[in-house]
Each structure stands twice: as structure tokens, then as C-alpha cells.
């Protein structure tokens, strides 16, 4: 036993004590009781002694939910814009969309990985009643405004497919909850495999219609040098705000916890190899989808003069201008299967913030019911009372809110993850911290821009503008503003009582059992 100031190590050889070994693992995972369904009933078993492709194959998974946040509706309406307007011109902020995605997404991966937490959990630790509250209450309505997204690409693919009338189609999204709940009682394990295919469904569709349209090599490869003028600056702010999305962090940082990985030093450094593999897989396929739908609506609709601001259009205009009915199908089969990936994440990421923040639990099929319907009601209102073209409005709302609600997550993910007494030997050294800490004022930057946007926009309206800017942002940004402030400059880690870390010393081959006061 050796003690200082600040911890107590406890070195054991399991070969000597294989008792009380086995006692501190089983009390390991007991102490770990924020884990949630996902991880509780449907652990995936990593195989401790098997070769390289076994063992990716075990954590290869959760990152495909992630890149399914990458390839909602919003970013399909995104893309189509500014394809239409620019051109290839916005490839490199795709691109640089995808960079700064990973960054996060794996120092996601590394806390949930350190910690055995989704973030979620960790800000309910960390953070006072009053701060915990605002952060699930903007991280609610992230996922609102996701499922907002949701509703009306599912309802636009049905339309495009079956001629159903938009706002048949929002109303039967809400069954599409039955859907989720058939697919989840089979295990984690088949549901990434359900959500694999809608993602294949999705890649096979836009490489149909690339090569369909075949655009030029040299043009396309151009567009990836950064290149911005006044006009395209709005377009690519847009882009790069409709990126990141604030339920995939909570999303991913649970969904982690499925994988029973060995919680030994050597252990996490090996879990997060493959969990950069897995995620590296994911996004990068995210961003080849999401450039061929820009580069397909750049060589259909920008060569030709023709700017379009609403998925029905596109879908209309592709099977125009290509004579082919192939287009339009695959365009609205892509949508349609966006929308229901997109579905089944989003029901996740609000159970585990509810679960993470309030720890309260409510059968899946009432949460999912709840949101969903949260999310229809808006979506009817407007359709009914302003018409079905005023859609890609509500679309262009839904990504201001994800804007509005980003820092709740980005924020604390930064501060947990350059955390010693969180993170330990895994703290992020000092020139991640600093370019993750660019990263999220730059994102914070952008996103502002756009919520000031909004509000001109609406204030250009008269005073009833006014108004409603100030009803719909005013006290969420005074709220906001002041516990992000608390967060940054007041709050300090929690004293670890009874976590385990266990770390792996090879000279020694002893396992050491970290208990910090």
C-alpha cells in the first residue's frame, strides 16, 4: 500500500490475490450504475485474447449512429442549396465540417472510454441541480428540432415515392416509433446492423445518380481549395453549423459503454484504437455522401442556372433534367431512409439524456411518442396554416435550435476531457486543448452568426418580428449565456470517492487500483 497527499495505490498481483482481485473488478462494475439499457441488456463481449480484425469487428458500431447525424434531412437541404449555388466551390468546408467532426466525436470517445459514463452522467456528477436542469432542457430541445428534421424527410420521401400528401406523411411518421421498438428488442447488436443497411441504402443511391450525372473530375477535385466571397460566406457558415449536432456526443459517449471492454490502462488505450478506427469508418463515409449530393447538385442544377431551395423541387428537377424516373426514386429513397435512421438515433440520444441528466427512466415507446409528437405539431401547424412550401423554412428553423444548443455539450466535453483529476494518465495534452478550445469557439462563432441571422431576418418582418425574435431568443440566450459562464469559470472537478481507475504496469505486471480522495 503506498500513500500520498492525493491517492492511494493498492498493488496487487492477481496471481496472489486472485480473491480480492476479483472482488475490486465486480465492484468496478457495480459502482458503474449510470449505464443505461443500451449497455445493461445488450453488452457487446470483446474477445481479450483475439487477433486485430476479431476485435475491430467487436467495437466496430457505435459510430455508425453517429454518422447518421451527419446525413439527416437538414443536411441533405443544406447541401442541395448550396450545390445549387455555388457549385463544387463548398466541397473544402465539407471537408473541414468532417475534420473538426472527428476531433470532437473522438475525444467523445476517449472520456465516455476513461470515465465508463456517457456525458450525460458526467455532467450530473459534475455540475449543480440548477446547471444540470438548463443543459437537458437545451439538449431536449436539440433533439426536438432533430426530430423535426426527421419528420419532414420522411414525409418529403413519401411524397416523392407515393404521392402522399405532405401532411399525410408527417401524421404516419408518428408510427414509425413501432418501427424503433420492433427493431430494439433484438439487441444492440442488430440494430446497428438495421441502421447499417438504411446507411447502405443511402450510399448506393447517390452513387447511382453520381454516376448517372458523371460530373468532371478536375472540377470537382477544385472544389476542395478553400475559396469564400460575400456570397458563399452564408453558405458555408451554414454548412459548417449544420455539421456537428449536439445528441450525437451524448449519443455516442453511451452507445461506447455497450462494448465490455478491459478497464486496464492497456485496456482503454486498446478501446480507443479501435474506437478511432470505427470512427474514422463512419464520418468519412458521412462526408462522401454528403459531397455527392453536393457535387450532384452542382453538375444538375448549378451548370444550368438553377438555384433550389426545397427537396420536392430537387427531386422534380433531377428526374427533369436527367430523363429518367431512376433519380427522382433514388433521391427519394435516400430521403426516406435518412429520415428513418435518423429516427431511431434520435430516440436513443433522448433516453440517454434523460436517463443522463434527471436519471429517470420512461418506457421507450412513451419517450419516443412524446418527442415525436413534440415534433409533429409544429411541423402540421405550418403546413396547414402557411402551406406545404414553407417546409424548408421549418427545416432552415430546426438547424438554427441545433445551433443554439451546441455549446451545452461542446463545452463540458472540452473542459471533462483536459481534466487531470477526470481523465488522469489520459488528460489531453496541452495542444489538443488547444485546438479542441479553437474548435468550439469557432463553432460557438459561427453558430452565433446564424442565430443573429435569424433574428434579423425576422426583425426585417416589422415589430411583430421583433417581437417574436425577442419571445424565442431573449431569455434562452441570457439563461444560456450565464450557466455557460458558470461552467468555464466557476466550476471545479468533483474529488473522486471510491472510483476505480485501473491501469496496467507492464514492467511490474501488477494491476494498480487508483482510489482518489
Known amino acids: 500500500m503506498v500513500n500520498n497527499n492525493e491517492e492511494t495505490t493498492l498493488l496487487l498481483n492477481e496471481e496472489e490475490n486472485p480473491g480480492l482481485c476479483a472482488k475490486l473488478y465486480n465492484l468496478i462494475k457495480v459502482k458503474d450504475d449510470l449505464k443505461h439499457s443500451y449497455a445493461e441488456e445488450s453488452s457487446v463481449s470483446v474477445p481479450h485474447d483475439a487477433g486485430f480484425w476479431t476485435k475491430l469487428w467487436a467495437f466496430v458500431g457505435p459510430a455508425l449512429f453517429i454518422s447518421v447525424g451527419y446525413l439527416d434531412p437538414g443536411n441533405f437541404a443544406t447541401d442541395v442549396q448550396g450545390g445549387s449555388q455555388f457549385g463544387y466551390s463548398l466541397l473544402w468546408v465539407l471537408l473541414l465540417s468532417n475534420v473538426i467532426a472527428m476531433t470532437l466525436q473522438l475525444i467523445t470517445a476517449k472520456v465516455a472510454l476513461v470515465t465508463r459514463k456517457d456525458l450525460a452522467a458526467l455532467c450530473r456528477d459534475e455540475y449543480p441541480r440548477f446547471v444540470n436542469l438548463t443543459l437537458w432542457v437545451f439538449a431536449e430541445l436539440a433533439i426536438i428540432a432533430t426530430d423535426l428534421a426527421e419528420v419532414l424527410g420522411t414525409a418529403i420521401g413519401l411524397q416523392i415515392l407515393f404521392n402522399i400528401p405532405l401532411l399525410i406523411g408527417v401524421l404516419v411518421t408518428a408510427l414509425d416509433t413501432f418501427i424503433f421498438l420492433l427493431v430494439q428488442k433484438f439487441g444492440i447488436r442488430k440494430l446497428e446492423l438495421f441502421v447499417l443497411f438504411l446507411l447502405g441504402s443511402i450510399g448506393i443511391c447517390f452513387v447511382i445518380e453520381f454516376f448517372m450525372i458523371f460530373p468532371s473530375f478536375t472540377d470537382v477535385m477544385l472544389g476542395f481549395v478553400p475559396t469564400v466571397n460575400e456570397q458563399s460566406v452564408y453558405a458555408a457558415i451554414g454548412i459548417l453549423g449544420a455539421t456537428v449536432m449536439p445528441h450525437n456526443f451524448y449519443l455516442h459517449s453511451a452507445l461506447i459503454q455497450t462494448r465490455d471492454y478491459h478497464h486496464s490502462e492497456k485496456g482503454l488505450q486498446q478501446a480507443f484504437k479501435y474506437n478511432i478506427i470505427d ?28 438555384i433550389v431551395n426545397e427537396l420536392q423541387d430537387a427531386d422534380q428537377l433531377l428526374g427533369n433534367l436527367l430523363g429518367s424516373k431512376l433519380a427522382s426514386i433514388t433521391f427519394g429513397v435516400s430521403l426516406l431512409c435518412s429520415g428513418q435512421s435518423s429516427t431511431l438515433t434520435g430516440t436513443m440520444a433522448g433516453q440517454i439524456v434523460m436517463e443522463g441528466f434527471l436519471s429517470l427512466r420512461i418506457v421507450p415507446w412513451a419517450r419516443r411518442l412524446i418527442t415525436r409528437l413534440m415534433a409533429i405539431v409544429p411541423a402540421v401547424v405550418v403546413i396547414v396554416v402557411m402551406g406545404p412550401g414553407q417546409t424548408y423554412q421549418l427545416l432552415i428553423l430546426s438547424q438554427v435550435i441545433l445551433s443554439f444548443a451546441l455549446p451545452v455539450a461542446i463545452v463540458p466535453l472540452t473542459q471533462f476531457s483536459a481534466s487531470k483529476t477526470i481523465m488522469g494518465p489520459f488528460t489531453n495534452h496541452i495542444v489538443v486543448t488547444v485546438f479542441t478550445t479553437f474548435i468550439v469557439l469557432f463553432i460557438i462563432a459561427l453558430n452565433v452568426w446564424a442565430v443573429v441571422g435569424m433574428i434579423q431576418s425576422m426583425a426585417a418582418d416589422g415589430w411583430r418580428g421583433i417581437v417574436a425574435a425577442a419571445f424565442l431568443f431573449g431569455p434562452a440566450s441570457v439563461i444560456l449565456a450565464v450557466v455557460l459562464l458558470w461552467v468555464v469559470f466557476r ?27
Open 279 to 306: 470512427t474514422s469508418i463512419a464520418l468519412n463515409f458521412a462526408f462522401v455522401v454528403n459531397a455527392s449530393i453536393l457535387i450532384i447538385s452542382g453538375a444538375a442544377f448549378f451548370t444550368r442556372g438553377i
Open 491 to 517: 466550476w471545479k472537478p468533483k474529488p473522486r470517492v471510491g472510483r476505480f481507475y485501473l491501469s496496467l504496469n507492464d514492467s511490474e505486471d501488477v494491476e494498480k487500483f487508483y482510489i482518489q480522495k
